[in-house]
């Protein structure tokens, strides 16, 4: 069985950086080949931040792309995110996700990142 | 960009009654694009409809999924206790996810 799990700061700076890992285990990164991330403001619906294929192409929410950057470990079956020039309106429960086909099938358990001075 | 709405925002019915779900999207697309997810509090989106309309592994044949163009149901035939919770609808288009603001079902 797949496993996700997010690590990464809880509490950031308004105008700093975001930086998040997906740890991957029961399984290859190799397993699928799209990874994305997906956030959820407090008491709000679901937002798609991006995708990272296996081979390194990207592709991200129109809304985010000026601030967004994901990566791919394969080595230590491992993806990342890192967003900057954060805001309030960043706070979000930050979701990992694989994708199957056109869906997300195992997602992490999300982490709250909260941004504020 | 593909705007998808969902009806109600919030459903309120008993256990056992049946549950229609809507998701509209504001330009035609392929069902083969068109997700339904489960949400509880506290816990991650759980896939429950791929395709329009395939279910995914494990889950109850109580959820079918149904629509075309720009029309998609879920529906929910006998409701059980632990089906009251947030449903959203996800498209892909154009290397892009778009999810629906989310119908909340909840015990009347």
């Known amino acids: 069985q797949v496993q996700l799990q997010e690590s990464g700061p809880g509490l950031v700076k308004p105008s700093g950086t975001l930086s998040l890992t997906c740890a991957v285990s029961?399984?290859?990164?190799?397993?699928?080949?799209?990874w994305s991330w997906v956030r959820q403001p407090p008491g709000k619906g679901l937002e798609w931040i991006g995708q990272i294929h296996l081979g390194g192409s990207t592709s991200y929410s129109p809304s985010l792309r000026p601030r967004v950057t994901i990566s791919v470990d394969t080595s230590n079956n491992q993806f990342s995110l890192s967003l900057n020039s954060l805001t309030a309106a960043d706070t979000a429960v930050y979701y990992c996700a694989r994708h199957n086909a056109f869906s997300f099938d195992y997602w992490g358990r999300g982490t709250l990142v909260t941004v504020s001075s | 960009e593909i705007v998808l709405t969902q009806s109600p925002g919030t459903l309120s019915l008993s256990q056992g009654e049946r549950a229609t779900l809507s998701c509209r999207a504001s330009q035609s697309v392929s069902g083969s694009f068109l997700t339904w997810y489960q949400q509880k509090p506290g816990q991650a989106p759980r896939l429950l409809i791929y395709?329009?309309?395939t279910r995914a592994t494990g889950i109850p044949d109580r959820f079918s999924g149904s629509g075309s163009g720009t029309d998609f149901t879920l529906t929910i035939s006998r409701l059980e206790p632990e089906d009251f919770a947030v449903y959203y609808c996800?498209?892909?288009?154009?290397?892009?996810?778009?999810f629906g603001q989310g119908t909340k079902l909840e015990i009347k």
């Open positions: 395709g329009a309309s």
């Open positions: 029961g399984g290859s990164i190799s397993s699928s080949h799209w």
């Open positions: 996800q498209l892909y288009d154009n290397s892009a996810y778009t």
